[in-house]
């Protein structure tokens, strides 16, 4: 081929490339049983050369994987050593501190081979249904009371699938066909990818990635080096404090920005809790990172290359560099506050860019249905245990030129499901789901409303939640004199309170009621145009007294 | 009525630049577009019928039958230009239109806007009541806060109603009820019911597609009765017919009480347009391609039968991207619809990589070859520079094109950026919008199971002969049809339809709870309703019945169909419908799952008259060559360089002549450009045959 037209070549290539990674993500959605991958895109995949180095991922999926899974491909080849990789091969661990954080997430890589030899990696991580012990919830002490820890082995040797590891998996987990059937949906994930790799290689008389990597690792570095000389060389720190599981938890990260790259150092931030919100460095590396992509580099493509120059650092035993073996099963509670911690800084260096605090963390709620001893169910129904998890967010910070958004999830990348869909599950009734009006942080620009989540046990059941609830003490703050969004609560419709973290029942004849917290304004609100407060009256979404006594109109 | 014995049937497409007339005269078919007209569409349609018919030599009152597909419905909704309308929806559910899934499309956007409400917070309103997930009454209907609803919403001047109540579907009961006392206090407004429109699980899905159908029913309404009128007042009084989005037609009646089915008429006329040439042609297996000027269509047919699908999404917001537009639960034609047109303009991103679309010159100002003041460069302009066009003979001659203003555009804004002269940023632009194509083909392939390498391309549409067979060379397809008519593909597709309609209702069973009385209260409720539809338009003929479980293992998330036998689900139809299902997961993804219940999440039903049959097309033998008259430098992309391409006029061909790549076959609403590595021959039926060297039969 003449040279002339290499560049546009490998621009296709490399596009091709996302689209084959996209496939496999797909491939998962729609063969997975764990409720946060179908439904909410908890999982991602990524493409790897023959090094263990990212090449590409797919943007289907949430951000704890980011940069987590890039790792992760490297500590496969270490664990496993070079001369013990084979066409055939299959890799799992579920490791929280080389893989994505909690034994919940599992990790698959497949070595890639062409004509015997070695052209790369596929790997994909998701969550999946159960892993045994305490299930999804904060209340243990150690990682051993949170399910069946798998380290990185084989999960099929030269094609000839481990069964003795199914054997284990299949008895040490609940809901175990669905969590084998999770496993084999991950491998097939990968083999998508392999298949398509080789019909591009194919098409495009590849004999290796190599050349195609090259061009791909350039192109990104230099992109990202490009935005990186533009910002104004110094250090910017931030703190914020959110509730915690028993006490407060404190944030703090200082930034070291240069030309060659962005340096986070959370030194100073609490130590680590006896309970599982702890978050293994690994998962504070990815949520930092998508933080900082955001508001540096959006549009460069997820790579070795491009990720290379955020690089991140905590003090060992710290709450968000938790050690073996903490607890950490829902440590996405205080990985969801990461990007707010770390834009507060930004916002030092770009004033307008970085959006207010946000509800940020999601307010997942982890039902347990059972039916009440003796009782009868209703006419046409009957009595039955049920597992239900549902996905619920709070108002996003306000942006410097746009209003925060209305419950919707941020940073997160997940989705919340049907309340219909829902209510087929399992024995609750969902009386309410709607915004929460007057939640968003008054400003120039509004933090986005809250919701309401009001849920209620069918008749001759009662129910437990594990309760994993943020920004109840410590609501998002605003931002450039904005004002803070309101915190959230937890109770029951009589006005009884309850606790924002751990196992708690619901008694049968109470409705759970949570109020969830709203985004944090921007700027000072006596300077919000006439026309948007009027029109925020008009909707709803503040009172007329609130306008009055927020906007003093 | 008819002409000289003959039937005379006329298709009419309004499109977003073009309506396009087909009139079929026996076998004979004429055809023109006029510009559409946005305040009065239906001037376009009889200014248009007018000049095909005069084309003919008949009159207006010869005509037997109109066919009609619109993409009014759709563009009243991109454009919100609907009636003022009111949503009623249960309490504490008020938000679920504007909460959506309460999830960003775009991950890395901190300045993401999210699609506003179809209906703003102010104009919904809810009301005590509640159905449980079985069906049950939970609290009953507060009749009378329905009451004082009606009052102040026909005070207000709403001029339509949105009715949508969690878990309808499963029992209607309440929804028909605020209908009925809605009519009582406000009878002059129009109403719409979810249970109605799309009885199907999951509120927000719904309640949109119900919102939708209320917001464009008193405008679509108010057109096809005008329509009606104005067609007897120029003697075409004959029966009109409305295709859907499913493929299949109604009768104006039904269509202007669910207007939302009249969403992407157009593109499903595409599909059964294809459908035909394939049964004409005996190709099982098929890719759609159609590329218009802002758009690029694709779907599979398969068994000579477009995919279709229960839901899709319209009106997206952010670069076509999943999830920024609106979901519309009702029965539709599946397609991918991506933002690359003969218009869609490229451009250097951030990554310093080409881009092309979703933004397009459309017709003003036009690609930068127009001559009409456009600077940015258009895929037409790349495709001109690399000689695939003429620039002396587009569209008939009627528009000169300057090649210099594409070379212009193409440096600015393309070359300059990346050291590059205009030809390899045309390749670029070009390369790029293909391998975009080609990606969202192999997406869809992949979502359906499918290996394209053994499908046929049937490729129509203006820009679609220019790009199809370097398409094809992507998605590794030897064989490519380009159709007579291709310009005016969706209007002749129409006349290809058959009356019917699908009914599709959520109705929840897991198989190891199997009740055969119930499956077939659920599956007789579908086929009386779908049949009820379709005799409206068809009237004594036969119908043929299709019936199809939405089927999942329980846990998974992601439904798959099955057909169902036609003689019905007997005594063991849980097993029936287990062997069903796992044939069906087992071809999309390998492994069937061991120890997992499955469920039925959704039944549907769709009547349909038989399609006439088709004349069988058999494959012409090479009969010659073209002589070539002329030749010039065009690129060839498999080749990475310019060579002398034959140029053919498509008129001079007859059945049997074969054309040898790399070639430019020219006719006047489009070019096909045959590569170096394909031949095309010319069929009995006027068809294109574009296959690869050597894989020839």
Same mark, same amino acid.
């Given at each position: 081929m003449s040279n002339d037209f290499i560049d546009v070549h490998f621009q296709i290539m490399w596009n091709r490339l996302i689209s084959v990674v996209e496939e496999q993500a797909l491939t998962l959605v729609r063969t997975a049983f764990s409720t946060s991958v179908r439904e909410a895109g908890d999982l991602s995949a990524g493409v790897f050369d023959s090094s263990g180095k990212m090449l590409a991922q797919a943007v289907t999926g949430t951000?704890?994987?980011?940069?987590?899974?890039? =790792? =992760?491909?490297?500590?496969?080849?270490?664990?496993l050593g070079e001369g013990n990789i084979h066409e055939g091969d299959v890799y799992i661990t579920n490791d929280p501190w080389k893989g994505t954080g909690h034994l919940l997430d599992f990790t698959f890589v497949t070595p890639s081979f062409r004509e015997g030899r070695l052209v790369g990696y596929f790997a994909c991580t998701a969550h999946v249904v159960d892993v045994g012990g305490r299930g999804f919830g904060p209340d243990a002490n150690e990682v051993y009371e949170e399910g069946i820890f798998i380290p990185i082995m084989k999960f099929a040797a030269r094609g000839k699938l481990n069964r003795d590891l199914i054997n284990i998996l299949r008895h040490n987990v609940r809901e175990a066909d669905q969590v084998i059937g999770d496993l084999h949906s991950l491998a097939a994930c990968n083999h998508i990818g392999h298949l398509r790799l080789m019909e591009m290689m194919t098409e495009f008389e590849l004999e290796s990635l190599d050349a195609l990597r090259d061009f791909i690792f350039e192109n990104s570095r230099a992109a990202t080096l490009e935005k990186l000389a533009a910002l104004p060389a110094g250090s910017y720190s931030n703190d914020m404090t959110v509730d915690g599981y028993d006490k407060p938890v404190h944030m703090k990260v200082r930034l070291d920005v240069s030309a060659k790259g962005v340096h986070a150092d959370f030194d100073g931030t609490s130590g680590q809790s006896a309970l599982g919100i702890n978050v293994p460095l690994i998962y504070t590396l990815a949520y930092c990172g998508y933080g900082l992509k955001c508001a540096l580099a959006p549009e460069i493509p997820n790579n070795h290359a491009s990720l290379e120059p955020f690089t991140v650092s905590a003090p060992e035993g710290c709450i968000l560099n938790a050690l073996h073996p903490a607890p950490v099963a829902v440590r996405h509670v205080l990985g969801h506050f990461i990007p707010d911690t770390v834009l507060? =800084?930004?916002? &030092?260096? /770009?004033?307008?860019v970085a959006p207010a605090e946000g509800a940020s963390a999601l307010w997942n709620i982890q039902i347990s249905a059972r039916p009440i001893e003796g009782a009868q169910a209703a006419p046409g129904e009957r /009595? &039955?245990?049920?597992?239900? /998890?549902?996905f619920n967010s709070g108002g996003s910070g306000a942006r410097p030129t746009l209003d925060g958004l209305n419950a919707t999830a941020f940073p997160s990348g997940v989705h919340a499901m049907s309340v219909e869909a829902t209510e087929q599950t399992g024995p609750i009734t969902v009386w309410r789901k709607e915004f929460r009006e007057g939640s968003g942080g008054a400003g120039r620009l509004r933090g986005g409303l809250g919701q309401v989540v009001e849920i209620k046990a069918n008749e001759g059941h009662e129910f437990w939640i594990k309760a994993m609830f943020d920004r109840v003490e410590n609501p998002a703050r605003g931002r450039q004199g904005g004002l803070c969004g309101a915190a959230g609560t937890v109770g029951l419709d009589d006005g009884t309170k309850m606790r924002p973290k751990g196992r708690q029942k619901v008694p049968a004849d109470r409705t759970l009621v949570l109020e969830l917290p709203g985004g944090g304004g921007f700027g000072n609100p006596s300077e919000r145009p006439e026309a948007d407060i009027r029109r925020d009256v008009t909707l709803g979404y503040i009172s007329p007294e609130q306008a009055k006594k927020d906007y003093e109109t | 009525m008819s002409y000289a014995g003959k039937q005379v049937r006329v298709g009419v497409d309004i499109g977003g630049t073009f309506t396009d007339v087909a009139m079929e005269i026996g076998t004979e078919l004429h055809s023109t577009k006029v510009?559409?007209?946005?305040?009065?569409?239906?001037?376009?349609?009889?200014?248009g019928l007018q000049r095909v018919a005069k084309q003919a030599g008949i009159e207006t009152g010869d005509i037997d039958l109109v066919i009609h597909g619109t993409t009014l419905a759709t563009n009243v909704l991109i454009e919100r230009r609907g009636a003022k309308t009111a949503f009623l929806t249960t309490r504490g559910f008020r938000d679920v239109i504007e909460m959506r899934t309460e999830n960003r499309f775009e991950q890395y956007d901190l300045n993401i806007v999210l699609p506003a409400p179809l209906i703003a917070r102010d104009s919904r309103y809810v009301v005590a009541g509640r159905i449980g997930a079985s069906g049950r009454e939970l609290a009953p209907l507060d009749e009378a806060a329905v009451a004082r609803f009606a009052c102040d919403v026909a005070a207000k001047g709403y001029e339509s109603i949105a009715v949508g109540f969690v878990h309808s579907y499963v029992n209607p009961a309440h929804e028909e009820r605020a209908r009925e006392i809605i009519a009582e206090h406000a009878p002059d407004l129009s109403v719409s019911i979810s249970s109605e429109v799309s009885p199907q699980m999951r509120e927000f899905e719904r309640f949109n597609t119900v919102c939708a159908n209320a917001f464009v029913k008193p405008l679509i309404a108010s057109y096809l009765n005008r329509l009606v009128v104005r067609l007897a007042e120029i003697g075409a009084g004959c029966p009109v017919y409305m295709i859907h989005s499913g493929g299949g037609l109604i009768s104006v009646d039904t269509a202007a009480s669910f207007p939302v089915r009249l969403l992407e008429s157009g593109p499903a006329g595409g599909a059964i347009y294809a459908a035909d040439v394939a049964a004409r042609h005996g190709l099982r297996q098929i890719l759609s391609y159609d590329m218009g000027g802002t758009t690029a269509k694709i779907c599979l047919v398969e068994d000579f039968t477009p995919k279709t699908a229960r839901t899709f999404e319209v009106a997206r917001t952010y670069r076509f991207k999943k999830g920024s537009g609106m979901p519309i639960s009702i029965p539709v034609i599946e397609m991918v619809e991506i933002g690359a047109g003969g218009g869609s303009l490229a451009h250097v991103d951030g990554m310093r990589q080409i881009r092309v679309g979703p933004e397009s010159a459309g017709s003003e100002p036009g690609p930068a070859c127009y001559g009409r003041g456009g600077d940015k460069p258009a895929v037409t302009d790349a495709d001109l *520079?690399?000689?695939?066009?003429d620039p002396d003979n587009f569209a008939g001659g009627d528009i000169k094109l300057t090649t210099q203003s594409s070379v212009d555009a193409l440096l600015a804004q393309v070359g300059q950026k990346l050291g590059m002269n205009a030809e390899k940023a045309a390749v670029g632009v070009v390369e790029v919008v293909d391998e975009s194509m080609a990606a969202a083909a192999r997406v869809h392939a992949v979502e359906n199971g499918k290996e394209l390498g053994d499908f046929t391309m049937i490729a129509y549409g203006g820009a679609a002969p220019l790009h199809a067979n370097r398409l094809c060379e992507k998605l590794g397809i030897n064989a490519l049809l380009i159709p007579p008519g291709a310009g005016v593909g969706s209007a002749i597709g129409f006349l290809r339809a058959p009356f019917g309609y699908e009914a599709v209702r959520g109705a929840y069973m897991k198989l190891s709870q199997y009740n055969a009385e119930w499956v077939d209260e659920v599956l007789g409720g579908l086929e009386a309703e779908s049949v009820r539809v379709a005799r409206d338009g068809a009237g004594d003929v036969p119908l043929e019945i299709e019936r199809k479980a939405y089927m999942r293992y329980v846990g998974q998330g992601w439904e798959i169909s099955v057909v169902l036998p036609n003689d019905g689900l007997g005594v063991d139809g849980a097993?029936?419908?287990r062997g069903l299902f796992e044939a069906e997961y087992i071809r999309l993804f390998g492994n069937p799952l061991?120890?997992?219940? *499955?469920e039925v999440m959704n039944w549907s039903v769709k009547a349909a008259s038989r399609v006439a049959a088709v004349t069988r097309v058999d494959p012409v033998a090479k009969a010659g060559t073209a002589p070539v008259k002329q030749t010039r430098q065009i690129f060839d992309a498999k080749e990475v360089g310019y060579l002398a391409a034959s140029v053919i006029n498509r008129s001079d061909m007859s059945p049997g002549i074969a054309v040898s790549g790399p070639a430019a076959i020219v006719e006047r609403e489009t070019t096909t450009i045959v590569t170096a590595a394909y031949e095309a021959i010319l069929q009995s039926d006027g068809c294109l045959l574009i296959q690869k060297k050597g894989a020839m039969a």
């Amino acid at each position: 081929m003449s040279n002339d037209f290499i560049d546009v070549h490998f621009q296709i290539m490399w596009n091709r490339l996302i689209s084959v990674v996209e496939e496999q993500a797909l491939t998962l959605v729609r063969t997975a049983f764990s409720t946060s991958v179908r439904e909410a895109g908890d999982l991602s995949a990524g493409v790897f050369d023959s090094s263990g180095k990212m090449l590409a991922q797919a943007v289907t999926g949430t951000p704890g994987h980011v940069n987590a899974m890039a =790792a =992760a491909v490297g500590n496969f080849i270490e664990v496993l050593g070079e001369g013990n990789i084979h066409e055939g091969d299959v890799y799992i661990t579920n490791d929280p501190w080389k893989g994505t954080g909690h034994l919940l997430d599992f990790t698959f890589v497949t070595p890639s081979f062409r004509e015997g030899r070695l052209v790369g990696y596929f790997a994909c991580t998701a969550h999946v249904v159960d892993v045994g012990g305490r299930g999804f919830g904060p209340d243990a002490n150690e990682v051993y009371e949170e399910g069946i820890f798998i380290p990185i082995m084989k999960f099929a040797a030269r094609g000839k699938l481990n069964r003795d590891l199914i054997n284990i998996l299949r008895h040490n987990v609940r809901e175990a066909d669905q969590v084998i059937g999770d496993l084999h949906s991950l491998a097939a994930c990968n083999h998508i990818g392999h298949l398509r790799l080789m019909e591009m290689m194919t098409e495009f008389e590849l004999e290796s990635l190599d050349a195609l990597r090259d061009f791909i690792f350039e192109n990104s570095r230099a992109a990202t080096l490009e935005k990186l000389a533009a910002l104004p060389a110094g250090s910017y720190s931030n703190d914020m404090t959110v509730d915690g599981y028993d006490k407060p938890v404190h944030m703090k990260v200082r930034l070291d920005v240069s030309a060659k790259g962005v340096h986070a150092d959370f030194d100073g931030t609490s130590g680590q809790s006896a309970l599982g919100i702890n978050v293994p460095l690994i998962y504070t590396l990815a949520y930092c990172g998508y933080g900082l992509k955001c508001a540096l580099a959006p549009e460069i493509p997820n790579n070795h290359a491009s990720l290379e120059p955020f690089t991140v650092s905590a003090p060992e035993g710290c709450i968000l560099n938790a050690l073996h073996p903490a607890p950490v099963a829902v440590r996405h509670v205080l990985g969801h506050f990461i990007p707010d911690t770390v834009l507060g =800084a930004v916002s &030092q260096f /770009l004033p307008d860019v970085a959006p207010a605090e946000g509800a940020s963390a999601l307010w997942n709620i982890q039902i347990s249905a059972r039916p009440i001893e003796g009782a009868q169910a209703a006419p046409g129904e009957r /009595l &039955q245990s049920s597992e239900i /998890l549902m996905f619920n967010s709070g108002g996003s910070g306000a942006r410097p030129t746009l209003d925060g958004l209305n419950a919707t999830a941020f940073p997160s990348g997940v989705h919340a499901m049907s309340v219909e869909a829902t209510e087929q599950t399992g024995p609750i009734t969902v009386w309410r789901k709607e915004f929460r009006e007057g939640s968003g942080g008054a400003g120039r620009l509004r933090g986005g409303l809250g919701q309401v989540v009001e849920i209620k046990a069918n008749e001759g059941h009662e129910f437990w939640i594990k309760a994993m609830f943020d920004r109840v003490e410590n609501p998002a703050r605003g931002r450039q004199g904005g004002l803070c969004g309101a915190a959230g609560t937890v109770g029951l419709d009589d006005g009884t309170k309850m606790r924002p973290k751990g196992r708690q029942k619901v008694p049968a004849d109470r409705t759970l009621v949570l109020e969830l917290p709203g985004g944090g304004g921007f700027g000072n609100p006596s300077e919000r145009p006439e026309a948007d407060i009027r029109r925020d009256v008009t909707l709803g979404y503040i009172s007329p007294e609130q306008a009055k006594k927020d906007y003093e109109t | 009525m008819s002409y000289a014995g003959k039937q005379v049937r006329v298709g009419v497409d309004i499109g977003g630049t073009f309506t396009d007339v087909a009139m079929e005269i026996g076998t004979e078919l004429h055809s023109t577009k006029v510009l559409t007209n946005y305040t009065a569409p239906e001037q376009a349609i009889l200014d248009g019928l007018q000049r095909v018919a005069k084309q003919a030599g008949i009159e207006t009152g010869d005509i037997d039958l109109v066919i009609h597909g619109t993409t009014l419905a759709t563009n009243v909704l991109i454009e919100r230009r609907g009636a003022k309308t009111a949503f009623l929806t249960t309490r504490g559910f008020r938000d679920v239109i504007e909460m959506r899934t309460e999830n960003r499309f775009e991950q890395y956007d901190l300045n993401i806007v999210l699609p506003a409400p179809l209906i703003a917070r102010d104009s919904r309103y809810v009301v005590a009541g509640r159905i449980g997930a079985s069906g049950r009454e939970l609290a009953p209907l507060d009749e009378a806060a329905v009451a004082r609803f009606a009052c102040d919403v026909a005070a207000k001047g709403y001029e339509s109603i949105a009715v949508g109540f969690v878990h309808s579907y499963v029992n209607p009961a309440h929804e028909e009820r605020a209908r009925e006392i809605i009519a009582e206090h406000a009878p002059d407004l129009s109403v719409s019911i979810s249970s109605e429109v799309s009885p199907q699980m999951r509120e927000f899905e719904r309640f949109n597609t119900v919102c939708a159908n209320a917001f464009v029913k008193p405008l679509i309404a108010s057109y096809l009765n005008r329509l009606v009128v104005r067609l007897a007042e120029i003697g075409a009084g004959c029966p009109v017919y409305m295709i859907h989005s499913g493929g299949g037609l109604i009768s104006v009646d039904t269509a202007a009480s669910f207007p939302v089915r009249l969403l992407e008429s157009g593109p499903a006329g595409g599909a059964i347009y294809a459908a035909d040439v394939a049964a004409r042609h005996g190709l099982r297996q098929i890719l759609s391609y159609d590329m218009g000027g802002t758009t690029a269509k694709i779907c599979l047919v398969e068994d000579f039968t477009p995919k279709t699908a229960r839901t899709f999404e319209v009106a997206r917001t952010y670069r076509f991207k999943k999830g920024s537009g609106m979901p519309i639960s009702i029965p539709v034609i599946e397609m991918v619809e991506i933002g690359a047109g003969g218009g869609s303009l490229a451009h250097v991103d951030g990554m310093r990589q080409i881009r092309v679309g979703p933004e397009s010159a459309g017709s003003e100002p036009g690609p930068a070859c127009y001559g009409r003041g456009g600077d940015k460069p258009a895929v037409t302009d790349a495709d001109l *520079v690399l000689g695939k066009l003429d620039p002396d003979n587009f569209a008939g001659g009627d528009i000169k094109l300057t090649t210099q203003s594409s070379v212009d555009a193409l440096l600015a804004q393309v070359g300059q950026k990346l050291g590059m002269n205009a030809e390899k940023a045309a390749v670029g632009v070009v390369e790029v919008v293909d391998e975009s194509m080609a990606a969202a083909a192999r997406v869809h392939a992949v979502e359906n199971g499918k290996e394209l390498g053994d499908f046929t391309m049937i490729a129509y549409g203006g820009a679609a002969p220019l790009h199809a067979n370097r398409l094809c060379e992507k998605l590794g397809i030897n064989a490519l049809l380009i159709p007579p008519g291709a310009g005016v593909g969706s209007a002749i597709g129409f006349l290809r339809a058959p009356f019917g309609y699908e009914a599709v209702r959520g109705a929840y069973m897991k198989l190891s709870q199997y009740n055969a009385e119930w499956v077939d209260e659920v599956l007789g409720g579908l086929e009386a309703e779908s049949v009820r539809v379709a005799r409206d338009g068809a009237g004594d003929v036969p119908l043929e019945i299709e019936r199809k479980a939405y089927m999942r293992y329980v846990g998974q998330g992601w439904e798959i169909s099955v057909v169902l036998p036609n003689d019905g689900l007997g005594v063991d139809g849980a097993s029936q419908l287990r062997g069903l299902f796992e044939a069906e997961y087992i071809r999309l993804f390998g492994n069937p799952l061991e120890g997992l219940d *499955v469920e039925v999440m959704n039944w549907s039903v769709k009547a349909a008259s038989r399609v006439a049959a088709v004349t069988r097309v058999d494959p012409v033998a090479k009969a010659g060559t073209a002589p070539v008259k002329q030749t010039r430098q065009i690129f060839d992309a498999k080749e990475v360089g310019y060579l002398a391409a034959s140029v053919i006029n498509r008129s001079d061909m007859s059945p049997g002549i074969a054309v040898s790549g790399p070639a430019a076959i020219v006719e006047r609403e489009t070019t096909t450009i045959v590569t170096a590595a394909y031949e095309a021959i010319l069929q009995s039926d006027g068809c294109l045959l574009i296959q690869k060297k050597g894989a020839m039969a």
